[in-house]
């Protein structure tokens, strides 16, 4: 059976944790209060926290990652400007966190996917769809078996390089939602 720990109690959190319990997955969650010294019992971590959470947790735990796979699911916004990224221009924050965690396989998803789209399964009248980035095949295979087995779509989106765009395209969205241009309960759908 897939299992999978969630660091985050929030949004996303309950959502992405929805998909995989709807697939028959194992999940269990870290809290905040808990992530300075975690019990990491998934084959999966998937980091569901805002950007700057990620380096401290990575500070406390690292060495339990080793191994296994690990998400990243962040828009790392400027949320002062809501006008940049905060990772070097041409990087992203996936690649941020492989290169600090080398002995796990680092894949980017759900960042282009609202939380209100993964619990209802549609954005507008399409069938959510959960794009993957990451440069391990059996990882990436293994996550989209997970989200497709909880009823969303999930692609292959190409390799960990692949995250710098999906970070572009979450970036858009948020900025569109934030303007009130498109909802929270909509977005950027996948017609394949
Ligand atoms: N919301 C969306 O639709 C959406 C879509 C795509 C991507 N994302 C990304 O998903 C991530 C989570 O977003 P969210 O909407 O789920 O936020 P959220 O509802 O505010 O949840 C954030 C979670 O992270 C925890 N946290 C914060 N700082 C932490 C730390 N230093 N160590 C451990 N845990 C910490 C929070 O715990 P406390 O509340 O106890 O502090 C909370 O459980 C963000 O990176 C965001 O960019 C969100």
Redesign the pocket.
Known sequence: MASFTI???????NAIGGVFANGGASVDYV??EQ?ADAVVNGDTVVL????P?VA??LKNNADKFAGKTVVD???PLNFETFDSLTVPVGSSAAAEIQSALPNSRVLKA??T????TLASGKVGDTKTTVLVAGDDADAKSALVTAVQAGGLGAIDAGSLKRAHELEAI?FLQLTLAAGEKIT?TGGFGVNN
């Open positions: 660091f985050g109690t929030g949004n996303m959190a809290s905040h992530a569901a926290v805002p950007y959470a401290e947790i699911i962040t828009n759900f960042n996917t609202f939380a209100a979450g929270w």
